[in-house]
Each structure stands twice: as structure tokens, then as C-alpha cells.
């Protein structure tokens, strides 16, 4: 009998996606009796200055220049873009000696990468192991195109389609996601977890995993124009908002509110809504359309969040939403069924099929 193969996952927590995605990949392993595995969020294993100033930087531009975010990202769009970056990230190596010191260690026989830093620092790290990449969001931005990477693990198959007219290995796997999501669980016991009237309908809005969205006045409009509705707000964990930014409907008797700054039971909170609002994460995207909940997007961060957005539009998965008001009007529709959209039909089993084809 064969000795198991070690697997290492390794994420990057610049956006919450890529380490939420690495999650769900290591718990699919566990089904298995053939594999080891580990999971590493890059930046615990990366010196002070990455650490402090690669995903502040992030957040800021993200939040507070857009513009900027944006240029960045289509530079590193082009065929050169990774190159440039990848001389760039030669100014952190030394700032990696812990991730390079636990390679050394652990090693693996396979590495999956779920953010590109990751396949840029295992430049003279991974030895022999083959790097696989996993996408997600629904769009390709070539600065994930390393030599370093095997084959790609894309959310479409019109993705993958493009990364192999790049020349590239790709298989169209979905996006993976926590095994809650596809767990049977009864809604009832949900609404009644997080207080809602299990008799109204509820509206979820969502700020991404690391708050970088204002959902007061979205929140405002809702709350004030609905009545006899759930409705809940989940900032996130870096949010600055505050229940006073939304006192105006908080008393409200006809507006169930509650304010929830972060849920390790987010699967639950969807399943018990009917309508989701929220930035267009990767993750986040495809767990509502798995749970074929109605989605209205708002505030995308230039680049991934566009693509993840044009692809529930396409798809006509949901809309995107511009002013509040646009997004109590869709609320309505939705609520009285003048609004319908598509049912999506996602990948059951991404994580697990993502783990086999690893393994072969």
C-alpha cells in the first residue's frame, strides 16, 4: 500500500475569498484516507513587512481609490503584467523565510495555490511538486498565467476554454466552497437562530468579508421603504459602521433589523433570505447561486468584481444596482414577483473534484 501524498494548500488573505476557497479544498481532503494535506494563509508566514503592508495596501486602494485599483489591475492584465510583478515580489523574498522554511518542511507532493502572490513566492521554493492554480472569480486576469502552474482549476467552462487558447491546462471545476452550503438544513431553525419573523421576508445585505463597502445607504433605502421585512446587515470585520449610521429605521415596528458585524454561520443567514444584496466577492457569488438565492450587486472593486458581476448579469443570475433606490424598487419586484430571474444550476462537488484531479 501506498504511502498517503501531502497536499498544500496555500491561500493569500488579501480579499477573504482565496482563504475561504483553501478551506473548503482541505476539508473535501478529509473524505479521503490517501492524502495529508495543510492549508497556509501566506501572510502568516510572511515577515513584518508583507504582513503589514501588502494587504493594507489592498484595502486601501480598494476602498479609497478605485481608480488607482483599477489602472494596477489592467497593467497587470497584460502580457507582461506578471513579469513586472514577479520582479517586483523579488524586493519581499527575504520577507518569506518562514513560508520557505515550512515547505522545507511539510514537503508536499502537490502545492494549490488559490491567490497568484502565492505562485509568485514559490519561485525556488516548490522544488518538484506541481503547482496547480485554483480561479475565484469569473473573469482572467493574465498576471495568474505563471510558467510556475500546471493546470488551472476554473469556475466555467468558457473560462477554461480561454486559458486553453492561453496554451494553458485547464479543467472547469467550479468554484469551491464550505461543505455547509450543501448540507440539508431547515430554514425554519435558521430565521429563528438569528431572530428574524419567520413570517416576513427577509432582505441580507452583505459589505464583503473584510468590510470594504458603506451599506448605509442601501440599508436606509430598504429599511424605509419596506414594511413587515426582515432586514440584515453583515458589515464584516473590518467595517467602520455603527448602528447609529442606520438609527432611522432601527426602531422601526414594521423592520425587523439586526446588524451583524461577522457570522461563522453565513450558509444559514443566506439560506434564511430571499433576497441578497451584496458586493460581488467570488465566493460570495457563487454560494447565493448556489443557494439559487436573487442577487443585486453593488460597488464591485474594479477588475475581479466586474467580471464576477457580468457574469451573473450574463446569466441573468441578478443585476447590478447603482443608486439605493434601484435596489428598494428590484427588492419590490422581487418580493411580488414581477422580478424573476434564472435559476442557476452550480457545480455540486467543485472541492472534490478539484482534490481528484490533483491527485491523478
Known amino acids: 500500500m501506498s504511502s498517503p501524498k501531502k497536499i498544500l494548500f496555500v491561500s493569500c488573505s488579501i480579499g477573504a475569498g482565496h482563504k475561504r476557497a483553501a478551506e473548503a479544498l482541505l476539508l473535501a481532503t478529509k473524505k479521503r484516507n490517501d492524502i495529508i494535506a495543510e492549508h497556509i494563509d501566506l501572510m502568516d ?8 503592508t501588502v494587504p493594507s495596501s489592498y484595502n486601501f486602494l480598494a476602498r479609497y481609490l478605485p481608480q488607482i485599483y483599477n489602472l494596477l489591475y489592467r497593467l497587470a492584465d497584460g502580457h507582461k503584467g506578471a513579469d513586472g510583478l514577479a520582479l517586483f515580489c523579488e524586493l519581499f523574498q527575504f520577507n518569506l523565510r518562514r513560508f520557505g522554511h515550512f515547505i522545507e518542511q511539510f514537503k508536499p507532493d502537490r502545492i494549490v495555490c488559490t491567490h497568484f502572490l502565492a505562485t ?18 469569473y473573469g482572467l486576469n493574465r498576471v495568474i498565467l505563471s510558467p510556475l502552474v500546471r493546470s488551472f482549476f476554473a469556475p466555467t467552462e468558457e473560462l477554461a476554454d480561454e486559458l486553453r487558447r492561453e496554451g ?16 440539508n438544513k431547515n430554514i425554519e431553525t435558521a430565521k429563528k437562530n438569528f431572530g428574524l419573523n419567520k413570517n416576513w421576508p427577509t432582505v441580507l445585505v452583505m459589505c464583503g468579508g473584510h468590510g470594504l463597502s458603506d451599506p448605509t445607504a442601501i440599508a436606509t433605502a430598504i429599511g424605509d421603504g419596506l414594511e413587515k421585512a426582515n432586514l440584515v446587515v453583515v458589515t464584516g470585520k473590518n467595517a467602520p459602521i455603527s448602528r447609529d449610521k442606520l438609527a432611522s429605521f432601527k426602531n422601526n415596528k414594521q423592520i425587523n433589523f439586526r446588524l ?11 439560506r434564511a433570505s430571499d433576497v441578497i444584496i451584496t458586493k460581488p466577492g467570488g465566493l460570495t457569488v457563487t454560494e447565493a447561486l448556489y443557494l439559487k438565492k436573487p442577487l443585486l450587486l453593488y460597488s464591485p472593486i474594479p477588475g475581479q468584481e466586474e467580471a464576477n458581476a457580468a457574469f451573473v448579469e450574463k446569466n441573468n443570475f ?8 434601484e435596489a428598494l424598487t428590484a427588492v419590490r419586484q422581487i418580493f411580488s414577483g414581477q422580478l424573476k430571474f434564472g435559476e442557476p444550476n452550480m457545480p455540486t462537488n467543485a472541492a472534490e473534484t478539484i482534490v481528484a484531479e490533483v491527485m491523478k
Open 45 to 52: 508566514y510572511s515577515d513584518w513587512l508583507v504582513k503589514k
Open 120 to 137: 509568485i513566492f514559490l519561485k525556488e521554493r516548490a522544488g518538484n511538486a506541481p503547482v496547480d492554480f485554483v480561479i475565484t472569480d
Open 168 to 183: 494553458r491546462m485547464a479543467v472547469a471545476s467550479g468554484i469551491p466552497i464550505h461543505p455547509a452550503f450543501q448540507e
Open 260 to 270: 451583524i458585524r461577522f457570522t461563522e454561520k453565513i450558509d444559514e443567514l443566506m
Open 318 to 325: 441578478g443585476r447590478m444596482i447603482n443608486e439605493p433606490s
